[in-house]
């Protein structure tokens, strides 16, 4: 619904703008058009200006100067001079029409002052006493005969002009509203079903009106798309039923062969050859128990069938908890774990799942391990910066290539497979961590370590992590 508000408003922007634009456009043609053509007291002028030029001549004639006989021949105009006290024509041009009088009455000069001799626009000057008359070709002016207005109609010039501005923009806005309202009813639900696509919502528009095409193809788009959508949970249903089932069925077959290895492994009738290779199968399987705890972990936080047990948790004690428990189960001392913390850092509070973040963290702990079979150093480190708590865990041991590093970063869900080498693998157990750190809605980063090896840091909002 928005979307088609703000269609609206861009609609009545352009339309508005258009109308400015327009109006602009056409004041400017009208000040070119009549800056470019004859102003309307040129011709008063040019009668002044021959009157100047007129000279009158001892003997009583009339001589023309040079600079009046440019200004008829410019104009294409002749003039007369009517005397005062006859009205007759005492001197004229040598152009002068046939068909002009050359005697005039009061009444005939009060008229042809005001407009026309013979329907040639005329204007006037006087020369003393006398009265000069200059006459254009018919085609020059057009003059107004009797230039009166009603008082009251030229002191209210201004409102009338915006009630006509007013009544022509609502009329324009009427006719644009009334013409787009059938657009507008046919984008409406077009719009309200494309908004209501990403929610997944069953959608179905009425295919008629002005956009049915559109709303047909909409349709059969949204049938496709949620036919899709029921597909591919159906195969997620079965994908994760399946991993949970092979993981139940396995996992007493695997019970089986651990107790029957750990027995054949105390057994003092076996040589010791025989109980060395039922201890590579007792740790093989354990390998392959976790495999499948982590794999059935793995499907679940994709499906969200995990369900997160939230609650107040101490990111600090977490940590400190797993660093302890890993440091005692390191019998041999090939893995020396280094703690740092700030000795004044104030508790890490945040809602989360304690066994998943647990896990998260063993997982890395057990991850520097598994990868470094000669053994290596590793530091867990806690800092907290504002309101956003990190745990990195950071090792000195092999660490990892380049190609490998850009595979993990491009590739989530990448394991490398199993072809006999003996490179570190990364995968499975790095894909839970970043799944637990997301369902925490924290951020998961890896690199290289400073000091060679490899680093893992998660980083948690404090403030953010409350229950969903």
């Not at 508000?5 to 000040?31: C, D, E, M, Q, T």
């Not at 013409?179 to 009813?185: A, D, I, Q």
């Not at 107040?312 to 913390?341: H, S």
Request: aromatic share 8%; charged share 25%; with cysteine.
């Amino acid at each position: 619904m928005k979307s088609t508000f703000r269609l609206i408003r861009r609609f009545v922007k352009i339309l508005l703008l258009s109308l400015i634009g327009l109006f602009i456009l056409n004041v400017a043609l009208l000040i070119f058009v009549f800056t470019q053509a004859e102003p309307n007291f040129g011709g008063w002028t040019r009668a002044n200006e021959l009157g100047d030029a007129l000279i009158k001549n001892s003997d009583g004639t009339f001589t023309l100067s040079e600079n009046g006989t440019k200004i008829l021949e410019e104009t294409s105009a002749w003039a007369i001079l009517v005397e005062d006290k006859t009205g007759d024509v005492i001197w004229h041009s040598d152009n002068l029409p046939g068909e002009v009088p050359l005697h005039y009455s009061v009444a005939q000069i009060s008229y042809c002052t005001r407009g026309y001799i013979e329907d040639y626009p005329t204007t006037t000057a006087s020369y003393g006493d006398d009265l000069i008359f200059m006459g254009y070709p018919k085609d020059v002016y057009w003059k107004h005969m009797w230039p009166a207005f009603d008082y009251q109609l030229i002191a209210n010039a201004p409102k009338l002009v915006l009630l006509f501005l007013a009544v022509n923009c609502l009329a324009i806005l009427f006719i644009y509203f009334a013409s787009t309202s059938g657009v507008l009813k046919s984008v409406k639900p077009i719009v309200a079903a494309i908004e209501d696509l990403p929610a997944g919502k069953e959608i179905y528009v009425k295919e008629k009106g002005l956009w049915s095409d559109l709303a047909a193809a909409l349709n059969r788009s949204c049938e496709k798309l949620m036919r899709q959508d029921r597909e591919l949970k159906k195969k997620e249903r079965a994908r994760a039923n399946w991993i949970s089932g092979v993981s139940h069925d396995i996992r007493t077959p695997l019970s089986m062969v651990m107790g029957y290895a750990s027995q054949l492994e105390e057994s003092m009738s076996l040589s010791e050859k025989d109980r060395h290779k039922a201890a590579i199968i007792c740790q093989q399987s354990l390998k392959i128990k976790n495999l499948i705890n982590d794999l059935n972990l793995s499907s679940k936080l994709e499906y969200n069938m995990q369900p997160l047990c939230l609650e107040p948790v101490n990111l600090v004690g977490i940590a400190r908890q797993c660093a302890v428990d890993f440091m005692n189960t390191d019998l041999d001392g090939k893995y020396p774990l280094t703690w740092e913390m700030d000795e004044d850092m104030p508790p890490c509070i945040i809602r989360g799942d304690k066994n998943l973040l647990s896990r998260a963290l063993n997982n890395l702990l057990n991850n520097v391990q598994s990868h470094n079979p000669d053994g290596c150093a590793i530091a867990v480190k806690v800092r907290k910066d504002q309101d956003i708590c990190s745990i990195c865990v950071a090792d000195n041991g092999v660490g990892i290539s380049d190609a490998q590093m850009e595979r993990l970063q491009n590739t989530p869900h990448y394991m490398m497979s199993d072809d006999g080498t003996e490179e570190p693998r990364h995968g499975l157990g790095l894909l839970i961590v970043r799944q637990i750190v997301l369902a925490h809605h924290g951020i998961l980063s890896f690199r290289p370590g400073d000091e060679g090896g490899f680093l893992v840091e998660m980083k948690f909002h404090c403030d953010s992590l409350k229950e969903k």
